[in-house]
Each structure stands twice: as C-alpha cells, then as structure tokens.
C-alpha cells in the first residue's frame, strides 16, 4: 500500500507538530443526501459555517490544519488530550445545526514532508475516522492510553480496510450509535505464517457457513490434523457476512465444561449473561477444542434456540451429538500440499524425496510436518528422516503462539490419552505390547 500523502496550503512544514502527534480526521455523515435536501445555496452556507466553527475549536487547543478536502478536515495535535477536547468542542459547536460530522482521531509517529504527513500512522487514522458515524467520536488504543478518565467507551476491536490487524477503538461519551462501519468485529487471532493448501476443504467449510439452514458445523479430526487452522480460515473468509462479529472462544486451557458459556461471554466483552447480549445479533462463534468439555455441548443447543441469527463452528475430535449439527472431517493433508507446507516452513530447503519421504512417514498431519521442518535450522531432510524412526522425541519444539492447541506431536497424542475413559486407556496399554502389526486374534 503506498503513503497516503495530504496535501496543504496555508503552512511551512516547520508549523506541523514533531515527534508524537495525534492526527484527527473528520467527514460530514451524508453530505450527498444532505445537499438534495438543502439545495446549493443553504448547503454551501451550512459547509462554511461547519468550516468556520471547527477551525475555531481545532484552533483553540493547538491544532494544525494540514489540509482540507470538500467537506473533509485533517489536522494534526501535539497532545493527544488536545486533540480530544477538540474533537468535543467541535462536535459540541455542530450539534444545533444540520451536518452531523464523523471524528476519528490516532497517535502515532510524525513523518512531516513538504506536502504535509505520511506514513501508516495517517493511514490509520482515517480509516478509524471512516468507521465512525455523524456525531460520533472515536479514538485509536494509542490514543487512549494517553487520555486521563473514564470518558472513553471501549467499542471492542475492528478490522478496518487496508489494516491488517484489528484495530481497538473507543467512543468519547456514552451516545448511543449503529454499530461501526467496520469490516467486521472479530478476535480472530492474525496467522504469521501463511495458509497453504485446503482449497477444497475451505471452500466446502465456508460454503456451510454460507447455508442458511446450517447453524452447527462441527470440524473433526485427530490431533495435530489443522483443525484450528481450517476453521480460521473459514471464520475470517464469511466475516462479512456476520455484521456484528466474528468471534473465536479458545478453549484449550478450560477444564470445567459449566465455564464453557463464561468463556465465550469473556471473549465478547458481554457484562450481562451471554444469551442476552447476543439476542438476535447476527453472530458466528468458533469455539475451538471442544472435545475435553465435551458435556457442555448441551448449552450450545440452548444458545442456538435463544438467539436465532447466532451461527457456531466448532473444532472436536468427536462430534457434539446435537441435533442440526453438520460434521465436517478434516482429512491429513493431499502429499502435495504437505510437501508445499515443509517447504514453506522449512524456507531454504528444496522439495527432495527425502522431503516427500518426511511427509509421508508423520501421515500428513500439517502439525507433524511443521515440526519436522522446524528441525531443518540443524539437520538435513535426510538426517531427519533418518531420526523419525524416534519420532516423537524429535518431533518437538513448536511455536510458541500456535493458537488453541499443543505445540508437540507428543503433547497432541497424551491430550488424546488423557481423553479417553479408564477402560480405553487400558485397552491402548495392552495393545502397547505388540511392538508390530498384531492380528485381530491376538489383540482380543
């Protein structure tokens, strides 16, 4: 994305704010229907005297205009409690009249040139403008940290068009507004790495979601198979058709299945009870490893019936038994897309048999292959497919952030252990004995 640059006029460039500035944007709320409305002559007076009263307020508290295009001000602040009190006093001077204007305001680096700012800071600041509506005033989280009081709402965090992570943005004063004209609410955790493969299984995921009749789509599979993966993708990919947000319920480190519903209340920032704050809000909720609290699947059937527009995609490995749940098995990965994916985490390595060997030999699994190309840093391909006859103590060492899920094939495999009922458990411990095939015979 390139710089935005804004242009400016009246200045030399040794007027504008250095250092840390805090940047505010404003726009008039439906400036095409409001001129049908007033005609030329009463719209060019009421735009003046819009003009004429925000200057005075930006003025007062040390702001610089950097530029103004049609009915849009931009201008920069030394403080950031400055540019506040501004934005106020500017919405305050507009309230009697007939423009209702939008303000977004963010703090950030100043890059000051001959033709004004540029950087990502403006970038952002503008883009949290664009979200808000008329009479609304909205400011970045680098902006509110700088705020003393409680004067400030917090709206939750927003994607917003050419950002690519969310944007936490708060509300000065408590007005009541539609929700904002973002790209979608969400918490949805932004991948480092990139998503490979999975197109079929992606497109049939989110074609699930996509159904009307389809409010339960269950992802099931074994550890370490990119359950998680697949259902961010598949998330992120139908935000816009959730209006009021997207919203990932990570489940890993619960152990009481009754928390399950407090959990997700926490990820939506709800004060009141879940239900209730959901209502008939047009929501999807990813609630990701389901299966070690697998007895509070019954709730999620009374979440669906008390809030009707709530859709839910679940991670498992084992279906939730409601009614009107659609599973979805997540095979392994095709051999082509495993090899793509060792490759790819493996950065300077070329796609050799040993490589497709590797894939082979840990089945596939995208968590097994990343880990066995994280080892390609102190070992070869080959070497590695040497050491996997030890698979799993070499198979350790994943990343740290990975979301939702353990970061060792040996981990994957004794969180399925400990899932299992005393009687299963013995069951495995026996067959532990056979060190090769066994026939049917024999285990029983």
């Not at 949290?128 to 970045?140: F, M, P, T």
Request: aromatic share 6%.
């Amino acid at each position: 994305m390139a710089p935005v640059t804004k242009t400016r006029n009246p200045w030399v460039v040794s007027d504008l704010p250095t250092g840390t500035v805090t940047f505010l944007f404003t726009d008039i709320e439906g400036s095409t229907k409001l001129l049908h409305e007033l005609g030329t002559n009463r719209y060019s007076e009421a735009l003046a005297e819009h003009r004429r009263r925000l200057r005075e307020a930006f003025a007062r508290y040390g702001g610089v205009e950097v530029d103004t295009q049609g009915d849009a001000f931009f201008y920069a602040f030394p403080t950031a409690p400055g540019a506040l009190a501004a934005a106020a006093e500017g919405r305050e001077a507009l309230a009697s009249g007939p423009i209702r204007v939008r303000i977004g305001l963010h703090t950030g680096t100043a890059h000051p040139s001959e033709e004004g700012y540029v950087g990502q800071d403006v970038h952002r600041a503008a883009r949290i403008a664009s979200a808000a509506h008329g009479g609304q005033v909205v400011v970045s989280a680098a902006t509110a940290a700088l705020v003393a009081g409680d004067e400030l709402r917090d709206l939750g965090e927003h994607r917003l068009k050419d950002l690519s992570a969310p944007e936490r943005i708060y509300q000065l004063g408590e007005g009541d507004f539609p929700p904002l004209r973002s790209l979608y609410r969400t918490n949805l955790p932004v991948p480092s790495t990139p998503f490979l493969g999975r197109e079929r299984e992606l497109e049939e995921v989110t074609d699930l979601l996509a159904r009307e009749d389809m409010r339960l789509v269950t992802l099931t599979g074994p550890g370490g198979t990119g359950k998680t993966r697949l259902a961010l993708q598949a998330a992120a990919a139908q935000a816009e058709r959730f209006r009021e947000g997207v919203w990932w319920v990570p489940l890993a480190s619960l152990r009481d299945p009754q928390l399950v519903l407090e959990q997700a209340a926490q990820m939506l920032e709800s004060k009141n009870g879940l239900a209730e704050h959901i209502g008939d809000k047009r929501l999807l909720l990813l609630f990701d490893n389901f299966e070690h609290v697998a007895e509070a699947a019954p709730n999620l059937a009374g979440l669906l019936v008390a809030c009707p527009n709530l859709e839910l995609l679940v991670t498992s490995r084992e279906r939730l038994r409601l009614a009107g749940e659609r599973e979805y098995p997540v095979p392994p990965l095709a051999e082509k897309e495993a090899v793509a994916l060792f490759i790819e985490r493996a950065m300077s390595v070329q796609p050799d048999e040993h490589v497709h060997a590797i894939c082979d030999r840990v089945d596939h699994l995208p968590l097994a292959v990343e880990l066995a190309a994280a080892r390609t840093t102190a070992l070869s391909p080959r070497q590695i497919l040497e050491r996997l006859e030890q698979r799993l103590p070499l198979l350790t060492g994943g990343p740290r952030d990975a979301p939702g899920r353990p970061q060792t094939l040996r981990a994957t495999i004794e969180w399925s252990y400990e899932l299992l009922s005393d009687d299963e458990q013995n069951v495995f411990a026996r067959l532990a004995l056979f060190t090769g095939l066994s026939t049917l015979e024999a285990a029983d």
